[in-house]
């Protein structure tokens, strides 16, 4: 092998550089367009930057935002503006990459960043269209909102329903009810405007589970609506009738012959009349709780009503067993105490009438009838032997007395007869 000479070594460094610079010569053009084009998108999304924050603010958008209640300070919309600001920055950048990318020759990088651009590109409309409907649904519905609610303000709903219900609030909670009246509405407007949106955006594989909830959803709002006005109908009629009873057994004077089964120190705060008029009051809402439960038409529901209302005769059972039996030991036992001026014995009868009456009102509820049926038993005869064995430890003088008596008399009828 012929060893390399000054000539030709400097016949190949000359190749080498030729070759170096045919190559930058060639790569030069896209070099330069590749930096130019690196300013230009530099450029346009500093500007659409600008333009989507100095620019609606100048116009004072931030300001109107708040003005239309989407926000509570302008500083929140201000946020949301430079948020939009950069957002656009880097989708600008996104949009020139791929061109930035295919000048240099990097094909591999931006092939990727095409097709994902492509793919935004294509469901861009859609995404405008659905930013669009649901920013005028919650622009109607913030409307609807206020709108019911100063409406409910001016009526003065919670005044009148605390004034019904008999109740006040604090400052705070001054108008609670107008404002929950003001979200369902919201609410309601926003639901079906939120599921239009969500249709526009064309991507049924994560739209179409959502719009399926939203649908049921937006479905048993008439059947809510309906058990709402129930449940409201049922207060008013429970608390109207409630209120009825208890004037009419006021009138008739019962609370004063409850009173008078009590010592003046022991009078009970609660009044018969008024207990009962809850009673009834209660077992009214009962009912259209019932009737509310079975129009939201669920399955589960009608069967938990259906046992409420087939359990109900028992309970008011039970506790008309445990009125009379705690109102009338409490006469019987004060009868008795005066009579025999004897306060243990009206004890003694008050306890035995609500030892039965409260094993009788288990009976009635079903409550483990055998076991309660036992435990009667025992307490019924463990009294039984209790009162046996007080009676014949107490009264064996007596009793010698009278055996005494009775053999005396026999032995008297015997000499009688003798003679």
Same mark, same amino acid.
């Given at each position: 092998?012929?060893?390399?000479?000054?000539?030709?070594?400097?016949?190949?460094?000359?190749?080498?550089?030729?070759?170096?610079?045919?190559?930058?010569?060639?790569?030069?053009?896209?070099?330069?367009?590749?930096? @130019?084009? #690196?300013?230009?998108?530099?450029?346009?999304?500093?500007?659409?930057?600008?333009?989507?924050?100095?620019?609606?603010?100048?116009?004072?958008?931030?300001?109107?935002?708040?003005?239309?209640?989407?926000?509570?300070?302008?500083?929140?919309?201000?946020?949301? $503006?430079?948020? +939009?600001?950069?957002?656009?920055?880097?989708?600008?950048?996104?949009?020139?990459?791929? =061109?930035?990318?295919?000048?240099?020759? !990097?094909?591999? %990088?931006?092939?990727?960043?095409?097709?994902?651009?492509?793919?935004?590109?294509?469901?861009?409309?859609? @995404?405008?269209?659905?930013?669009?409907?649901?920013?005028?649904?919650?622009?109607?519905?913030? !409307?609807?909102?206020?709108?019911?609610?100063?409406?409910?303000?001016?009526?003065?709903?919670?005044?009148?329903?605390?004034?019904?219900?008999?109740?006040?609030?604090?400052?705070?909670?001054?108008?609670?009810?107008? &404002?929950?009246?003001?979200?369902?509405?919201?609410? !309601?407007?926003? +639901?079906? *405007?939120?599921?239009?949106? +969500?249709?526009?955006?064309? #991507?049924?594989?994560?739209?179409?589970? %959502?719009?399926?909830?939203?649908?049921? @959803?937006?479905?048993?709002?008439?059947?809510?609506?309906?058990?709402?006005?129930?449940?409201?109908?049922?207060?008013?009629?429970?608390?109207?009738?409630?209120?009825?009873?208890?004037? /009419?057994?006021?009138?008739?004077? @019962?609370?004063?012959?409850?009173?008078?089964?009590?010592?003046?120190?022991?009078?009970?705060?609660?009044?018969?009349?008024?207990?009962?008029?809850?009673?009834?009051?209660?077992?009214?809402?009962?009912?259209?709780?019932?009737?509310?439960?079975?129009? /939201?038409?669920?399955?589960?529901?009608?069967?938990?009503?259906?046992?409420? *209302?087939?359990? $109900?005769?028992?309970?008011?059972?039970?506790?008309? *067993?445990?009125?009379?039996?705690?109102?009338?030991?409490?006469?019987?036992?004060?009868?008795?105490?005066?009579?025999?001026?004897? &306060?243990?014995? =009206?004890? *003694?009868?008050?306890?035995?009438? =609500?030892?039965?009456?409260?094993?009788?009102?288990?009976?009635? +509820?079903?409550?483990?009838?055998?076991?309660?049926?036992?435990?009667? /038993?025992?307490?019924?005869?463990?009294?039984?032997?209790?009162?046996?064995?007080?009676?014949?430890? =107490?009264?064996?003088?007596?009793?010698?007395?009278?055996?005494?008596?009775?053999?005396?008399?026999?032995?008297?009828?015997?000499?009688?007869?003798?003679?």
């Amino acid at each position: 092998m012929k060893p390399y000479t000054n000539d030709s070594r400097k016949e190949a460094i000359f190749m080498d550089t030729a070759e170096f610079w045919q190559s930058f010569q060639d790569t030069l053009p896209a070099l330069v367009k590749g930096v @130019i084009l #690196i300013l230009i998108a530099w450029l346009v999304a500093v500007l659409v930057k600008n333009v989507v924050t100095k620019g609606f603010k100048k116009i004072k958008l931030d300001e109107r935002l708040v003005k239309w209640k989407m926000f509570t300070s302008t500083e929140q919309a201000d946020n949301l $503006l430079d948020s +939009l600001g950069k957002i656009c920055y880097y989708l600008i950048w996104l949009v020139f990459l791929p =061109g930035i990318f295919t000048t240099f020759g !990097l094909n591999s %990088i931006a092939s990727p960043i095409t097709d994902m651009m492509n793919y935004i590109l294509q469901y861009l409309p859609n @995404i405008l269209l659905a930013a669009v409907i649901l920013t005028i649904g919650i622009l109607v519905a913030k !409307l609807v909102k206020n709108l019911v609610y100063n409406l409910a303000s001016t009526l003065k709903v919670d005044h009148y329903v605390d004034k019904f219900v008999g109740t006040s609030k604090d400052e705070e909670n001054k108008e609670s009810i107008a &404002k929950s009246l003001a979200m369902i509405c919201y609410l !309601l407007v926003l +639901l079906p *405007i939120a599921v239009v949106a +969500l249709e526009a955006l064309k #991507i049924s594989t994560i739209t179409k589970p %959502i719009v399926t909830v939203l649908n049921s @959803i937006l479905s048993a709002i008439p059947n809510i609506l309906v058990a709402a006005i129930l449940l409201t109908v049922g207060i008013v009629i429970a608390k109207v009738a409630g209120n009825l009873v208890t004037s /009419l057994l006021e009138n008739t004077g @019962i609370d004063k012959m409850s009173a008078s089964l009590y010592s003046k120190e022991k009078v009970p705060a609660a009044k018969i009349s008024k207990i009962l008029g809850q009673t009834i009051a209660v077992v009214v809402s009962l009912f259209f709780v019932v009737e509310a439960l079975g129009a /939201l038409k669920l399955k589960v529901l009608d069967h938990v009503g259906e046992a409420i *209302i087939g359990y $109900l005769p028992n309970l008011l059972f039970a506790v008309i *067993i445990l009125g009379l039996g705690f109102f009338g030991g409490q006469f019987v036992g004060k009868m008795l105490t005066n009579a025999t001026k004897n &306060k243990w014995l =009206g004890f *003694i009868i008050q306890v035995v009438f =609500g030892i039965f009456a409260v094993f009788m009102a288990l009976d009635q +509820l079903d409550f483990a009838n055998s076991i309660v049926n036992i435990a009667f /038993l025992f307490i019924v005869g463990g009294l039984s032997v209790a009162f046996a064995v007080a009676f014949g430890l =107490g009264g064996r003088d007596f009793a010698h007395h009278q055996l005494e008596k009775l053999d005396k008399k026999l032995d008297d009828e015997g000499k009688d007869k003798e003679e």
